[in-house]
Nanobody
Framework: QVRLVESGGGLVQPGGSLRLSCVAS????????MAWYRQAPGKQRELVAD???????NYADSVKGRFTISRNNAEKTLYLQMNSLKPEDTAVYYC????????WGQGIQVTVSS
């Protein structure tokens, strides 16, 4: 069982920045495949970015060049640095782990609005 706890969301103006964090339980953190997903009202959940145990990263086209996913294995933490935020980035963001089974965080709201 893997428990995920997200933090760092909130309200930000267009063009601003936020950093999301996701602390994971479990001794096998360093081999987890991890990702951030988001779900906007009335839309399906979509992949934002993922990072493998070998630090290979992948991004949705809509966030390339603006968002950076990273991980700190010593702190068992996944990050999403979000810069140049746009109103269309408004969504609930979810931390995800793929390790034997699939695990989701509780979700955290990010609102981009003036």
């Amino acid at each position: 069982q893997v428990r995920l706890v997200e933090s760092g969301g909130g309200l930000v103006q267009p063009g601003g920045s936020l950093r999301l964090s996701c602390v994971a339980s479990g001794s096998a953190f360093r081999i987890y495949g991890m990702a951030w997903y988001r779900q906007a009202p009335g839309k399906q959940r979509e992949l934002v970015a993922d990072i493998s145990a070998m630090y290979e990263t992948n991004y949705a086209d809509s966030v390339k060049g603006r968002f950076t996913i990273s991980r700190n294995n010593a702190e068992k933490t996944l990050y999403l640095q979000m810069n140049s935020l746009k109103p269309e980035d408004t969504a609930v963001y979810y931390c995800y782990v793929n390790y034997i089974s699939q695990y989701w965080g509780q979700g955290i709201q990010v609102t981009v609005s003036s």
